[in-house]
């Protein structure tokens, strides 16, 4: 039976070929060609090819301990011996058959000494014999184990490293995920506080950002600043007294320090102190830089300090109340719009104050005149006497030059009457002067006219006036209209041509985009008859162009 084939801890009933029988032997290792058995306490080594037939037992026993015989201590290690084709022996057989321990002679392998131990002390030698073997089999079973488990990692290897390989994508892909899902809050935190910081820098920034005009729609209609002066200081006693009521700020929670609630009140009032003094001076700040331009801002600006602030407080459960927060507003637009009257009435005041200058030189002129002419008649009167009383003496050639001579002082006294009655009406009539029409096209391009009214005697004064230092060349008249109500015709004509204001902020500016054909248009629909001149002379800035392009032509052929 060279083919067959068994499993450690098998148990088998083998016939030999020398005729044995070998009853419930247990297998401890099968080596191919041979193998090593335990019948009874006996180990033996077994060729396989002696072996006639082989029967499985079914035994409820639990296997025996496997040993290996080359582990075994040499003392007790047992040779197998071949076994020799020979008659069976019947005492060996009974033997067998009994349970006793029969191992065959073999020269190489004396089986006295262990006859001896076993007859010395068999007890002993059965539980050496025992501890023995159980050693053999738990190191055999190590490491038949071991190396099960080596071929199952070599078998299984690829599957393995898969699996690890899996389990550590899984891994990364975790913790990629954990830190994407940290990396999304993180972005929009960052998100949130860059909309934040660019309202903040919003409402600082001053620079570059232009209103439009009536981009503020005032809230109050007091006519004169010192109603608005009146009403911010209503506003902030009202003010103090929320904040000796203890409104203006207040703290639902009722905490103790160290166990005392009265250390707690004044921990309390220390916070609310200390919040209603941050946003008052923000509140004095944004006060302070308040503008035209900026009058929005500084109302957003206000309310962000008031949530800011509210926030700190958040945790003690102290808090600005938003009545305080209103008053507050209200006073940043009184504030505001007190300035911008304050500065229309300066405005007005200093038109005013040029009025009465222009009526004071006017009345001057007029004065000087008047005393003019009543001198000038004076004199053509007394010459005139003087000439009359020597034509009476005089006769002939003499008498005709003396007639001729009276003529012209005549003419004089004529002439000084009636400078002596345009004066006297001029002083009469307080409204009466020119309208002009200028323009300065160096200064502020074809495009742009100035009309304005003066009731100088000699209106080409105010022109030149206006063409001094704060201009870098003079004014061009287009034309003088002259009117007994001056003031009306200045007023119609501006308000004709509201729209083309170049600045619309302040109407005592009095430049306008507009045509000298549409200025002429509107001088006729007023009922004034004038001819106004078309062509601007600009003597100095065209002068001032040819030098230029003197410069520029010199300057291309020294450099040709």
């Known amino acids: 039976m060279a083919s067959f084939a068994a499993n450690p801890g098998d148990r088998l009933d083998l016939r030999l070929r020398d005729g044995r029988t070998l009853e419930n032997v247990e297998v401890l290792k099968d080596e191919g060609d041979s193998m090593w058995v335990m019948a009874g306490k006996t180990l033996t080594a077994l060729k396989k090819r002696d072996i006639i037939s082989e029967n499985a037992v079914v035994t409820e026993m639990p296997p025996a301990p496997i040993a290996d015989p080359e582990q075994l201590p040499p003392e007790t290690a047992i040779q197998p011996s071949p076994i020799p084709a020979q008659t069976p022996n019947p005492v060996e057989e009974s033997s067998t058959k009994e349970g006793r321990a029969v191992v065959p002679a073999s020269a190489n392998a004396p089986e006295a000494p262990i006859q ?24 055999q079973s190590s490491r038949t184990a071991r190396k099960r488990l080596d071929e199952l990692e070599n078998r299984y290897k690829p599957v393995i490293d898969l699996d690890k390989a899996i389990r550590e994508r899984q891994s990364f892909l975790d913790k990629a995920a954990i830190s994407s899902s940290e990396k999304e809050k993180e972005l929009l935190q960052l998100n949130a506080d860059l909309v934040s910081m660019k309202k903040t820098l919003a409402l600082f920034e001053s620079e570059g950002d232009m209103v439009a005009c009536g981009h503020y729609k005032p809230q109050f209609s007091f006519t004169v600043s010192e109603e608005y002066k009146a009403a911010i200081t209503a506003i902030r006693e009202r003010q103090r007294a929320m904040i000796k009521d203890e409104t203006a700020a207040t703290c639902p929670q009722d905490w103790t320090v160290n166990g005392s609630v009265a250390e707690g009140k004044k921990a309390t009032k220390r916070t609310l102190r200390l919040l209603l003094r941050a946003f008052n001076g923000e509140c004095d700040a944004i006060i302070a830089a308040v503008s035209w331009s900026n009058i929005d801002r500084m109302q957003d600006r206000m309310r962000s300090a008031f949530d800011g602030i509210n926030k700190l407080g958040a945790s003690y459960h102290c808090s600005l109340s938003y009545d305080y927060l209103t008053l507050k507003l209200k006073e940043l637009g009184l504030t505001f719009e007190y300035e911008a009257k304050l500065q229309k009435e300066k405005e007005e005041q200093r038109a005013l104050r040029e009025q009465m200058r222009d009526e004071e030189k006017a009345r001057r002129e ?5 005393k003019q002419a009543t ?4 004199k053509a009167k007394e010459a005139l006497a003087k000439a009359r009383e020597e034509v009476a003496k005089t006769s002939g050639e003499k008498e005709a030059a003396l007639n001729s001579k009276i003529s012209l002082l005549e003419e004089k006294l004529r002439e000084a009457l009636a400078n002596k009655e345009r004066a006297l009406s001029r002083a009469q009539l307080t409204r009466s002067g020119h309208v002009y029409i200028i323009s300065n096209i160096g200064s502020f391009g074809e495009t742009v006219f100035k009309i304005g009214m003066t009731r100088r005697l ?3 004064e105010r022109v030149y006036e206006l ?4 201009v870098p060349f003079e004014f061009d008249v287009h ?17 004709y041509f509201d729209r083309k204001r170049v600045n619309l902020v302040n109407s005592r500016k009095e430049f306008f985009h507009t045509t000298i054909d549409e200025i002429q248009n509107a001088v006729h629909s007023q009922g004034a008859e004038v001819i106004l001149t078309k062509l601007a002379e600009a003597r ?9 392009r003197a410069e520029e032509d010199s300057a291309a052929v020294q450099a040709g």
């Not at 034309?479 to 308000?495: K, S, V, W």
């Not at 100095?540 to 230029?548: A, F, G, M």
């Open 366 to 370: 007029m004065e000087e005149m008047l």
């Open 375 to 378: 001198r000038d008649e004076e």
């Open 540 to 548: 100095e800035y065209r002068e001032t162009l040819d030098r230029k």
């Open 458 to 460: 000699d209106p080409f």
């Open 479 to 495: 034309g003088m209209i002259y009117t007994e109500d001056a003031p009306a015709l200045e007023a119609r004509l501006h308000n």
């Open 116 to 139: 001896k131990a076993t007859m010395a002390n068999p007890a002993l030698l059965g539980g050496l014999l025992l501890a023995l073997v159980a050693i053999a089999w738990l190191w």
């Open 467 to 470: 063409g001094d230092a704060s």
